[in-house]
């Protein structure tokens, strides 16, 4: 009796491993990417250009907003004292981006530069951001 409950027992065992291990799927290096519902139909990495637009709206707030304002009109706190130009008017808007990058990293007449705090692309990225703010009605 012993015997014969032994031998079911492994009989039932081997019936539940009994998939041939061979019949799972290999891991290949293209599981590793994103599923598809993640990835844009150009088939770039996936919220790349949001997040270089979230980088510079936290630069610009982190750095310029408290002169600048958050949305760029001059009318941040620590604009009292200061002519504080609107980023947002056609004066600044007809400017190159070399020149607004230009200003960004030198500073002068009451603009602290930022040359060593924001890397090039940082001050770039800031600029394509103050061309998306909403335009001064002038
Ligand atoms: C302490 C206040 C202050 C801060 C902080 C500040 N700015 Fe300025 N910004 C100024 C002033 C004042 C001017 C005008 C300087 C001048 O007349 O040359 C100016 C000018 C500029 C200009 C030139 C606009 C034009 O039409 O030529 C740009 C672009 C600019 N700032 C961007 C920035 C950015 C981007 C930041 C953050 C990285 C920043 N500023 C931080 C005060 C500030």
């Given at each position: 009796?012993?015997?014969?409950?032994?031998?079911?027992?492994?009989?039932?065992?081997?019936?539940?491993?009994?998939?041939?291990?061979?019949?799972?799927?290999?891991?290949?290096?293209?599981?590793h990417?994103?599923?598809?519902?993640?990835?844009?139909?150009?088939?770039?990495?996936p919220?790349?250009?949001?997040?270089?637009?979230?980088?510079?709206?936290?630069?610009?707030?982190?750095?310029?907003?408290?002169?600048?304002?958050?949305?760029?009109?001059?009318?941040?706190?620590?604009?009292?004292?200061?002519?504080?130009?609107d980023?947002?008017?056609?004066?600044?808007r007809?400017?190159?981006?070399?020149?607004?990058?230009?200003?960004?990293?030198?500073?002068?007449?009451?603009?602290?530069?930022?040359?060593?705090?924001?890397?090039?692309?940082?001050?770039?990225?800031?600029?394509?951001?103050?061309?998306?703010?909403?335009?001064?009605?002038?």
């Amino acid at each position: 009796m012993k015997y014969l409950l032994s031998t079911l027992l492994c009989a039932a065992l081997l019936t539940a491993c009994g998939e041939d291990p061979s019949s799972l799927p290999e891991w290949t290096p293209a599981d590793h990417a994103q599923p598809p519902s993640l990835q844009d139909p150009a088939g770039r990495a996936p919220a790349r250009r949001e997040a270089s637009v979230d980088l510079a709206r936290t630069l610009y707030m982190l750095h310029c907003a408290s002169c600048h304002g958050a949305g760029g009109k001059g009318d941040g706190p620590l604009a009292t004292g200061l002519t504080v130009p609107d980023l947002t008017a056609a004066a600044t808007r007809e400017k190159p981006d070399e020149a607004l990058v230009e200003k960004i990293r030198l500073g002068g007449a009451g603009m602290p530069a930022f040359g060593g705090t924001i890397p090039p692309d940082g001050m770039q990225a800031i600029v394509a951001y103050l061309r998306g703010l909403s335009p001064a009605e002038d």
